[in-house]
T-cell receptor, first 113, second 116 residues
Framework: AQTVTQSQPEMSVQEAETVTLSCTYDTSESDYYLFWYKQPPSRQMILVIR??????QNATENRFSVNFQKAAKSFSLKISDSQLGDAAMYFCAYRSGDYKLSFGAGTTVTVRA | NAGVTQTPKFQVLKTGQSMTLQCAQDMNHEYMSWYRQDPGMGLRLIHY???????DQGEVPNGYNVSRSTTEDFPLRLLSAAPSQTSVYFC???????????????FGEGSWLTVV
């Protein structure tokens, strides 16, 4: 299995501020996909954003954007204008051509009102 | 559109008992998989399938069996439950078109299993 590392177990952000979650991965492949999933207390897995490794342009989805650095094998998630509903566990995930999905250990995001 | 349906949602087992977690999807996805989620860890792959009649092991397969007799269903069997198998289990599915590993992966809502 590919190794996905999230070095921040917990992050706290003030409402309306910006927070960045880090993720690094280890791979020898050139073609793969990266994802960020949100898991609220309900445990539902919600896709936040995805990035194709062959695309240089960073993916964005409304208030969520990524900084994809392929050479550094880094894939950070930026949450802008944080809202109370953004509070959750966030998982970084890697998927290669064999379709297996490898997850990081997760980062718990707390939003302060 | 039901998506990925897992049953049961909650289950308590005694050590040594066997049970089956059911997973069904109605999206005609070729790829299906089972994950377990333990505290402080991300989801870990147990078993997966790329189509009916084809299954393979993931990262943590010991103590679990799977089969894929139809495209829709992918049950996970615990042969002889152990306390170490207390976890939250997720079933997931997606299309598996060649070169499209980025296809959206749909997750079930999870099954909470406690082994006492």
């Amino acid at each position: 299995a590919q190794t996905v590392t999230q070095s921040q177990p917990e992050m706290s952000v003030q409402e309306a501020e910006t927070v960045t979650l880090s993720c690094t991965y280890d791979t020898s492949e050139s073609d793969y996909y990266l994802f960020w999933y949100k898991q609220p207390p309900s445990r539902q897995m919600i896709l936040v954003i995805r990035q194709e490794a062959y695309k240089q342009q960073n993916a964005t989805e409304n208030r969520f954007s990524v900084n994809f650095q392929k050479a550094a094998k880094s894939f950070s998630l930026k949450i802008s204008d944080s809202q109370l509903g953004d509070a959750a566990m966030y998982f970084c995930a890697y998927r290669s051509g064999d379709y297996k999905l490898s997850f990081g250990a997760g980062t718990t995001v707390t939003v302060r009102a | 559109n039901a998506g990925v349906t897992q049953t049961p949602k909650f289950q308590v087992l005694k050590t040594g008992q066997s049970m089956t977690l059911q997973c069904a999807q109605d999206m005609n996805h070729e790829y299906m998989s089972w994950y377990r989620q333990d505290p402080g860890m991300g989801l870990r792959l147990i078993h997966y399938s790329v189509g009916a009649g084809i299954t393979d092991q993931g990262e943590v397969p010991n103590g679990y069996n799977v089969s894929r007799s139809t495209t829709e269903d992918f049950p996970l069997r615990l042969l002889s439950a152990a306390p170490s198998q207390t976890s939250v289990y997720f079933c997931a599915s997606s299309y598996s078109d060649t070169g499209k590993a980025g296809n959206t992966i749909y997750f079930g809502e999870g099954s909470w299993l406690t082994v006492v």
